[in-house]
């Protein structure tokens, strides 16, 4: 009989970190799915060529730092998939590069890897893009419009303006409601779908791959935040409107929720919900880009280990 | 039926076919090694022969009587390292026939005649420690329920609760005399059981109290209605009993031997100081690499030396399918151990700042609230083993304390020394546990 030699406990539950990855990009999968109806295989092909540069770049981390094969963790597919789904439809393939490049190189393997990154590396690349490349970022194509596939002649594209560039300039979308709800106006590629986003949102829940916690409590505070301040109109318009458009439900399903970056505590989770929910009103009312929720993120994202701490400080701490 | 909602860990329990199967019994090998602790006077010269169930030696220290398990011949006194009682002697004997119980050995017991001497032999299961001692404990601390506890919440072992069911009748009345010889009034009986993540369904007698919480199940019963309990394990009460009615000792144990690796799991009653090994190939075990495990899958301590002897407070010897533990720097954040930690404690944050040698930081985040149930390392996606660096981070905190209240003045008060009433009250509550 050989033996093995270790510590309690004895036994794991079999749980790993690729299973929540696998279920993330399934969810992620299908927001790209439905985008490809709007826009065509063009965000297919963004999406493969994004995944191609993340993996890369992570074997070119893992070359340099000596560590064990970090491709392998899915973690980079999430960030290339959320990063092309954030950005415009028709956005030049250099774009993504760049944002991808940021998002695996500074925003991740400076500060150690997957897990001790202290900011979510898809908000970063995106913050990034949005200072350095603005006119990029916010010229959303209008929809329904098939692009091309290949090409990167983009000359025939027509854009249109996003209801949050609306409700920037003071006025209202001229959108269906409904239109709004199924993403079927100009907006970033796979953030459209509040429907879809919402059963995402359940699934990862009951999965609990997500801390559904901090979603919930983000979500409800913007939506009566933005309710109490309607930005224009009647305040059930502007409060719709401003919670089914921009990134607002696509980050709070997949980016609010990354683990390594929000607090792990219920009530800490909660908080953090709450604050990024003001941030992130403060800083579409107040900012000078019509959608500033990554940099509200990335804020949020630098409170968290101190929510943890004060959590961790409460006397009676079981909570 | 009290409930425990709230964290915890839940997982299939493996032990209904073990625990309703007859206890098997596994007769004396020709060698037993009876362990003793260091300062225990022996009675018996070297190449002496001893009788079964005959006073082999007196531990004043603990105040245990260590009784010969066989009757056979005194070989050696060997010092040795076991897993549970650390540094020990063992009284190695060589087995040479089997007596019948002598008549005069028999205690003559009338109405409240039983003395906390009479059962200085018996050893509670559930902590190895003597059972007179726990019992004038209770007595003295205003313990209000006197409860046997077989809540084995771990997969597995079932050594206790197949007392139970087996004997419920005569655990019944140990308790009832364990609750007579120190005057607690009130007597409840313990068990735990998830029909939900068990194979067949169970019924259990109406006065037992059945838990049917999550992982670790004890945790929040160690006071109910703000009566506190105090525990000894079914098979005390069943010794007990014996003890009384026939005047045979804690001669032996049951043990689960039960594991992935184990063809036939199953309760048997083996004699105390007998190998480990001998017992595992009792119950035919196959032959791929295995870990092997005295105690619960969760809590249990892992042993390389099959000559270990078996010894009551076991509770099972398994052998189970080895696994990979990663380093920490796997952790991804995820937080699972957050979320399943019964006392609110965020494993992985002390885990980090234990390797990076922040005590007080660990102290910040309460990792003397700690009860090492491993939790934390059982749902860890990562494959990482948070608590084996709580469990470093404890014992330093705990040097710390020790050396820090030596040098400290009396009027200034740490936070860190002994006298701080928080850290008193940290410290009574894990002696508690």
Redesign the interface.
């Known amino acids: 009989m050989k033996l093995i030699k270790t510590s309690p406990p004895f036994i794991k539950s079999g749980k790993s970190q690729s299973a929540s990855m696998k279920r993330m990009i399934v969810c992620l999968g299908l927001a790209l799915i439905y985008a490809v109806f709007f826009f065509g295989l063009r965000l297919l092909v963004n999406a493969i060529i994004s995944i191609i540069i993340c993996e890369f770049c992570e074997l070119i981390v893992s070359g340099l730092v000596r560590l064990p094969n970090t491709a392998k963790d899915l973690s980079a597919i999430v960030t290339a998939l959320i990063i092309v789904l954030l950005l415009p439809a028709a956005v030049p393939l250099w774009l993504i590069l760049i944002a991808d490049a940021f998002a695996v190189f500074i925003a991740k393997a400076v500060f150690g890897g997957l897990g001790h990154n202290p900011f979510n590396p898809s908000a970063c690349a995106i913050a990034f893009i949005t200072v350095c490349w603005p006119k990029y970022i916010f010229r959303y194509p209008t929809v329904p419009q098939m692009l091309p596939v290949f090409s990167a002649d983009l000359s025939k594209v027509t854009y249109g303006s996003s209801v949050l560039a609306y409700l920037n300039a003071g006025g209202v979308a001229p959108y269906r409601l409904s239109d709004i709800f199924f993403g079927a106006v100009p907006t970033a590629a796979g953030t459209g779908c509040g429907l879809l986003l919402l059963a995402c949102f359940i699934y990862l829940s009951v999965k609990r791959t997500i801390h559904w916690r901090i979603t919930a409590a983000f979500l409800l505070t913007f939506t009566l935040l933005s309710a109490v301040l309607p930005r224009a109109g009647l305040w059930y318009i502007s409060a719709f409107s401003e919670v089914f458009s921009g990134y607002l439900l696509f980050a709070a399903v997949f980016m609010l929720t990354d683990p390594s970056t929000s607090p792990k505590s219920d009530i800490g989770g909660i908080i953090y919900g709450v604050i990024c929910a003001i941030a992130v009103i403060l800083m579409r009312r107040y900012g000078i880009y019509e959608e500033s929720l990554c940099f509200a993120l990335i804020i949020c994202n630098a409170i968290a280990p101190t929510l943890d701490r004060w959590v961790a400080s409460i006397p009676e701490r079981r909570l | 039926m009290p409930d425990i909602r709230g964290r915890g860990?839940v997982?299939r329990q493996r032990k209904n076919s073990i625990l309703t199967a007859p206890i098997k019994e596994y007769q004396a090998s020709e060698h037993l090694s009876v362990p003793i602790s260091p300062g225990a006077e022996v009675h018996f010269a070297i190449g002496s022969k001893v009788t079964q169930n005959e006073l082999l030696a007196v531990d004043e220290e603990t105040g245990i009587n260590i009784y010969s398990p066989c009757t056979g011949i005194l070989d050696s006194i060997v010092p040795a390292e076991h897993p549970l009682l650390g540094n020990c002697d063992l009284l190695r004997l060589t087995v040479a026939g089997k007596t019948e119980l002598r008549e005069s050995v028999q205690l003559k017991l009338g109405e409240g005649m039983l003395s906390y001497q009479d059962i200085a032999g018996i050893i509670d299961t559930l902590d190895g420690k003597p059972l007179a001692h726990k019992l004038k404990e209770f007595s003295a601390n205003g313990i209000a329920v006197l409860a046997a506890d077989a809540i084995e919440d771990q997969?597995f072992v079932c050594s206790e609760n197949g007392v139970l069911y087996h004997y419920y009748a005569l655990v019944e009345e140990g308790l009832k005399i364990a609750a007579e010889l120190c005057g607690i009034k009130k007597t409840q009986v313990f068990v735990y059981y998830r029909r939900d993540h068990s194979e067949t369904e169970l019924k259990f007698d109406s006065s037992i109290t059945v838990v049917c919480g999550k992982y670790p199940a004890r945790v929040p019963f160690l006071s109910i209605n703000k009566k506190k309990i105090g525990f000894i394990s079914a098979q005390a009460c069943y010794d007990l009993v014996k003890l009384v009615r026939t005047g045979e000792q804690q001669l032996s144990t049951i043990i689960t031997v039960a594991g992935h690796h184990i063809t036939k799991p199953c309760n048997v009653r083996v004699p105390v100081g007998t190998p480990i090994g001998e017992v595992i190939d009792f119950c035919e075990?196959d032959?791929?690499?295995?870990?092997?495990?005295i105690g619960g899958?969760?809590?249990?301590?892992?042993t390389?030396d099959?000559t270990t002897p078996v010894y009551p407070g076991m509770g099972a010897v398994?052998l189970?399918?080895?696994?990979a533990?990663r380093e920490m720097?796997?952790?991804?954040?995820?937080?699972?151990c957050?979320?399943c930690c019964p006392?609110?404690?965020?494993p992985?944050?002390i885990a980090r700042f234990s390797r990076h040698g922040k005590l007080s930081d660990c102290r910040?985040?309460?990792a003397l609230?700690c009860i090492e149930c491993?939790c934390c390392?059982?749902?860890?996606?990562?494959?990482i083993?948070p608590?084996?660096f709580i469990q470093s981070v404890k014992s330093q905190l705990h040097s710390y304390q020790t050396t820090h209240r030596a040098k400290d003045q009396p009027k200034r008060r740490h936070p860190l020394s002994s006298d701080s009433p928080e850290v008193t009250a940290h410290l009574k509550e894990g002696e508690e546990r």
Not at chain 2, 297 to 302: A, E, L, Q, R
Not at chain 2, 343 to 346: A, C, N, S
Not at chain 2, 377 to 383: I, L
């Open positions: 860990i997982f997969s075990p032959n791929s690499p295995a870990l092997v495990v899958p969760m809590t249990g301590k892992y390389e099959l398994l189970l399918e080895p696994i533990i720097s796997n952790c991804w954040g995820c937080g699972e957050v979320r006392q609110g404690l965020m992985l944050y910040d985040f309460g609230h491993g390392s059982y749902v860890c996606t990562g494959g083993n608590m084996s």
